[in-house]
Protein backbone atom coordinates (compact mmCIF):
# COMPACT_ATOMS: atom_id res chain seq x y z
CA UNK A 1 0.00 0.00 0.00
CA UNK A 2 2.93 2.13 -0.23
CA UNK A 3 3.91 4.38 -2.95
CA UNK A 4 6.86 2.82 -4.98
CA UNK A 5 7.60 4.16 -7.92
CA UNK A 6 9.49 2.95 -11.10
CA UNK A 7 12.06 4.26 -10.29
CA UNK A 8 12.02 2.52 -7.32
CA UNK A 9 11.27 -0.98 -8.47
CA UNK A 10 14.02 -0.51 -11.61
CA UNK A 11 16.46 0.12 -8.67
CA UNK A 12 15.58 -3.42 -7.08
CA UNK A 13 16.34 -4.92 -10.21
CA UNK A 14 19.21 -3.32 -10.36
CA UNK A 15 20.73 -3.52 -6.88
CA UNK A 16 18.74 -6.75 -5.57
CA UNK A 17 19.75 -9.58 -8.10
CA UNK A 18 18.69 -12.38 -5.08
CA UNK A 19 15.16 -11.16 -5.07
CA UNK A 20 12.85 -14.32 -4.62
CA UNK A 21 9.73 -12.40 -3.42
CA UNK A 22 7.86 -9.52 -4.39
CA UNK A 23 4.53 -7.92 -3.06
CA UNK A 24 2.85 -5.20 -4.53
CA UNK A 25 -0.56 -4.71 -3.32
CA UNK A 26 -2.24 -1.36 -4.04
CA UNK A 27 1.07 0.72 -5.28
CA UNK A 28 -0.36 3.41 -7.34
CA UNK A 29 2.74 4.34 -8.68
CA UNK A 30 3.80 1.31 -10.20
CA UNK A 31 3.76 0.90 -14.58
CA UNK A 32 4.64 -1.82 -16.54
CA UNK A 33 8.03 0.24 -16.65
CA UNK A 34 9.14 -0.20 -13.33
CA UNK A 35 7.48 -3.79 -13.31
CA UNK A 36 9.47 -4.73 -16.77
CA UNK A 37 13.18 -3.23 -15.29
CA UNK A 38 12.41 -5.42 -12.09
CA UNK A 39 11.56 -8.49 -14.33
CA UNK A 40 14.78 -7.88 -16.75
CA UNK A 41 17.07 -7.36 -13.47
CA UNK A 42 16.37 -9.85 -10.83
CA UNK A 43 14.01 -12.27 -13.00
CA UNK A 44 16.27 -15.50 -12.78
CA UNK A 45 15.99 -15.50 -8.83
CA UNK A 46 12.40 -14.24 -8.86
CA UNK A 47 10.37 -16.94 -6.98
CA UNK A 48 7.02 -15.21 -6.45
CA UNK A 49 5.01 -12.24 -7.42
CA UNK A 50 1.89 -10.67 -5.84
CA UNK A 51 0.30 -7.82 -7.54
CA UNK A 52 -3.33 -6.48 -6.68
CA UNK A 53 -5.01 -3.41 -7.50
CA UNK A 54 -2.28 -1.66 -9.69
CA UNK A 55 -4.19 0.04 -11.56
CA UNK A 56 -1.58 0.70 -14.28
CA UNK A 57 0.19 -2.78 -14.73
CA UNK A 58 -1.05 -4.74 -18.40
CA UNK A 59 -0.48 -7.95 -20.05
CA UNK A 60 2.44 -6.14 -21.22
CA UNK A 61 4.55 -6.77 -18.14
CA UNK A 62 3.31 -10.12 -17.79
CA UNK A 63 4.58 -10.91 -20.81
CA UNK A 64 8.59 -9.77 -19.67
CA UNK A 65 7.45 -11.70 -16.79
CA UNK A 66 7.04 -15.11 -18.31
CA UNK A 67 10.07 -14.52 -20.72
CA UNK A 68 12.25 -13.05 -17.84
CA UNK A 69 11.21 -15.69 -14.94
CA UNK A 70 11.40 -18.82 -15.64
CA UNK A 71 11.40 -19.85 -11.81
CA UNK A 72 8.59 -18.12 -10.84
CA UNK A 73 6.42 -20.50 -8.45
CA UNK A 74 3.85 -18.17 -7.18
CA UNK A 75 1.79 -15.63 -8.69
CA UNK A 76 -1.26 -13.78 -7.76
CA UNK A 77 -2.72 -11.56 -9.26
CA UNK A 78 -5.79 -9.06 -8.84
CA UNK A 79 -6.20 -6.60 -11.52
CA UNK A 80 -8.95 -5.94 -14.37
CA UNK A 81 -6.73 -4.16 -16.54
CA UNK A 82 -5.14 -7.87 -16.94
CA UNK A 83 -6.54 -9.76 -20.26
CA UNK A 84 -5.70 -13.61 -21.67
CA UNK A 85 -2.50 -12.25 -23.38
CA UNK A 86 -0.49 -11.72 -19.86
CA UNK A 87 -1.65 -14.79 -17.82
CA UNK A 88 -0.94 -17.31 -21.18
CA UNK A 89 2.71 -15.68 -21.45
CA UNK A 90 3.28 -16.70 -17.40
CA UNK A 91 1.41 -20.18 -18.32
CA UNK A 92 3.87 -20.39 -20.71
CA UNK A 93 7.17 -19.20 -19.89
CA UNK A 94 7.16 -20.20 -16.15
CA UNK A 95 7.07 -24.19 -16.34
CA UNK A 96 7.79 -23.96 -12.49
CA UNK A 97 4.67 -22.44 -11.45
CA UNK A 98 3.05 -23.95 -8.87
CA UNK A 99 0.71 -21.81 -7.22
CA UNK A 100 -1.74 -19.58 -9.21
CA UNK A 101 -4.19 -17.07 -7.83
CA UNK A 102 -5.78 -14.86 -10.48
CA UNK A 103 -8.90 -12.62 -10.17
CA UNK A 104 -9.22 -10.80 -13.08
CA UNK A 105 -12.43 -10.12 -14.58
CA UNK A 106 -11.32 -9.88 -17.78
CA UNK A 107 -9.60 -13.16 -18.67
CA UNK A 108 -11.30 -15.75 -20.93
CA UNK A 109 -11.33 -19.83 -21.43
CA UNK A 110 -7.89 -19.20 -23.12
CA UNK A 111 -6.34 -18.90 -20.18
CA UNK A 112 -7.36 -21.83 -18.81
CA UNK A 113 -6.23 -23.93 -21.57
CA UNK A 114 -3.37 -22.26 -21.45
CA UNK A 115 -2.93 -23.22 -17.67
CA UNK A 116 -3.73 -26.66 -18.51
CA UNK A 117 -1.07 -27.09 -20.87
CA UNK A 118 1.44 -25.38 -19.55
CA UNK A 119 1.75 -24.93 -16.09
CA UNK A 120 1.90 -29.27 -14.75
CA UNK A 121 3.75 -28.35 -11.92
CA UNK A 122 0.56 -26.64 -10.20
CA UNK A 123 -0.57 -27.50 -7.17
CA UNK A 124 -2.67 -24.43 -6.22
CA UNK A 125 -5.10 -22.45 -8.43
CA UNK A 126 -7.94 -20.26 -7.01
CA UNK A 127 -10.06 -18.44 -9.40
CA UNK A 128 -12.35 -15.60 -8.25
CA UNK A 129 -14.87 -13.38 -9.85
CA UNK A 130 -14.53 -14.27 -13.24
CA UNK A 131 -17.11 -13.34 -15.66
CA UNK A 132 -16.01 -14.60 -18.92
CA UNK A 133 -15.41 -18.44 -18.72
CA UNK A 134 -17.50 -20.96 -19.90
CA UNK A 135 -18.61 -24.73 -18.85
Not at 121 to 127: C, E, H, I, P, R
Amino acid sequence: GCYVGDHGLAAIGQFCKNLEDLNLRFCEGVTDKGLIELAVGVGKSLKSIGVATCAKITDTSLEIIGSHCPNLESLSLDSEGIRDQGVVAIAQGCPSLKSLRLQCVNVTDNTLQAVGTYCSSLVLLALNSFQKFTD
